[in-house]
């Protein structure tokens, strides 16, 4: 639902700023004023394309910001969620447009992309003006209402998740018989490769447990002299440290007896000789296995050498080299059994192929039910709304899948029926289309061909007063949607829409009071000039402001007792 709405220097509006609630929302006001103005920059916010000429003459941008209240929106939720931004009970939409042409996308202050913008749009508002942003008038969007209305999205998720799987197994068998030449074309070169690793047959962390020894035997001659002098500067050699403590240890023992304070540093100092003679048989150790070994050494380099070479042939690294001997190992293995794996592959692909033939067979079956079912209350709910002589029909047809025996990804997604290939898409394999006939005699026609003008809003009306139980689309937004109905069918148009609101929120442009009259929440927009400029300004009316508004609508611009008592009527008030 449609919260708030705030405008700022868009074409001739200075500022504006409104607050909706659900229901059916009415926009009435002169010819002229603006109305479809609102529209126009409503459609900003949900990806409509724009230019620098819609900032108001003299400001440096223009501004519009939605507040949507979309707790429940599972698929918008889904949307956001991987495009991340954070979910919540709102979103806050923003678009600007500078002087200079540049636009901005914003959702809940984070920078979003235009596409984005106008893919989340398309979950939130269903706007039915002027201008194309009309999903009823999209055939690859049928399928899909036809779908909701009859509740048949867990069949439609079963059958996408069986898709999902035959296209990933699709494009693995094109990979492996892509490569099925080259493999065949390097099979020796790889060999070779695996057996010149192999000779040498590093194993990982080797190189650190050589350096380390290299090191310590290329100078055992400066750790054995290093080793000998510090055990005599420690514990041998006169006035060796061991010495020299023992003595300090011993006065330290004297002054105790006259003064305990000294009791301490004695223990101290007893702990440093027992420090000393641990660290001196420590030394001592070390030095009595220092190796002089030349013919180790030159093993150790030897060996390095070796390893060197690869590190420099596979990938300036041990690990690359190992990484690179595993990936020749299961290529060569491919290799050895690619008919194999190839043909169990292909047995996994068939099977899962005629699991999706299967799901979609019954997902044809269903639809073609309901639509028979939406066809009849469609052709009444046109008679409603003063389209006499409407024929509706919901056409389901299949499309030949003209690429079974190539090789690309495509040519996995078809199922068989008899002697045809049938093309499966991501709903099944059934191309959903609604075509219509407005006049007595005239053969159907693709809807988006037939509906034009001012009776595509009544159409669409119809459609969407039949799926509205089953349409997740909140909002929902008709402009003009009375042009050419007046008396009985305007009224009917105008309970139309009233029972539309009672499953989303409408919003709607009219100068007919008998819809007017119906609003739950009324706005009149207003043209004025201040300062000389012209501004568009939307004001909410109270009750008593509603009634003369229909009463205007009713009977022009004088309005009469007689015109106010009838607006009262028309509104259902005493």
Partial sequence: MLKSLTIQQYALIDALAAEFTSGLT????????????????????????????????????????????????????????????????????????????????????????????????????????????????????????????????????????????????????????????????????????????????????????????????????????TTSTLYELLYEGERSVRDLLVIARNQLQDLATIDKSFAEAGRECASADAIVAELARFIQSYNARVEFNPERLEELRDRLGRLSLLKKKYGGSLEAALAHREHLGRELELVENFED????????????????????QRLSAKRNEVARRVDKVVVQELKKLGIENGKFTTRIGQEEHGHENGTGVAAALFIRAGNKAIALNGRGYDAVEFFLSTNLGEEEKPLAKVASGGEVSRIMLALKSVLAKSD?????????????????????????????????????????PQIAGLADLHFAVVKSETKGRTATTMRKLTLDEQVREVAKLMSGAEITAAGLAGARELMGLR
């Fill in 26 to 225: 009415i926009l009435t006001g002169e010819t002229g004023a603006g109305k479809s103005i609102i529209v126009d920059a409503l459609g900003l916010i949900i990806g409509a394309r724009t230019s620098a000429e819609v900032v108001r003459s003299g400001e440096e941008k223009a501004v519009v910001e939605g507040i949507f209240a979309v707790a429940g929106n599972r698929k918008l939720a889904q949307v956001l969620e991987a495009n991340d931004i954070e979910p919540g009970n709102e979103l806050i939409v923003r678009r600007e447009i500078s002087a200079r042409g540049q636009s901005r996308c914003f959702m809940n202050d984070s920078p979003v992309t235009l596409n984005l913008l106008k893919q989340v749009g398309e979950l939130l508002v269903d706007l039915h003006g002027q201008h194309e942003h009309q999903s009823l008038l999209r055939p690859e969007t049928h399928g899909e209402m036809l779908d909701n209305f009859g509740g048949l999205d867990g069949m439609v998720a079963e059958f996408q998740e069986a898709y999902k799987h035959l296209r990933m197994l699709g494009e693995e068998l094109q990979h492996l018989r892509e490569r099925e030449q080259q493999l065949r074309e390097k099979r020796d070169f790889y060999a070779f490769q695996v057996q010149e690793i192999d000779a040498i047959g590093p194993r990982a962390g080797e190189e650190e447990d050589l350096t380390t020894e290299l090191n310590i035997l290329e100078n055992a001659e400066k750790l054995f002299g």
């Fill in 341 to 360: 794996v190839t043909a169990t592959l292909a047995d996994d692909l068939e099977s899962t192929r005629q699991r999706c033939g299967m799901l979609a």
């Fill in 472 to 512: 997740r689309l909140p909002v929902l937004i008709f402009d003009e949607i009375d042009v050419g109905v007046s008396g009985r069918i305007a009224q009917a148009v105008g309970l139309s829409l009233k029972s539309l609101s009672t499953f989303h929120q409408v919003i709607a442009i009219t100068h007919l």
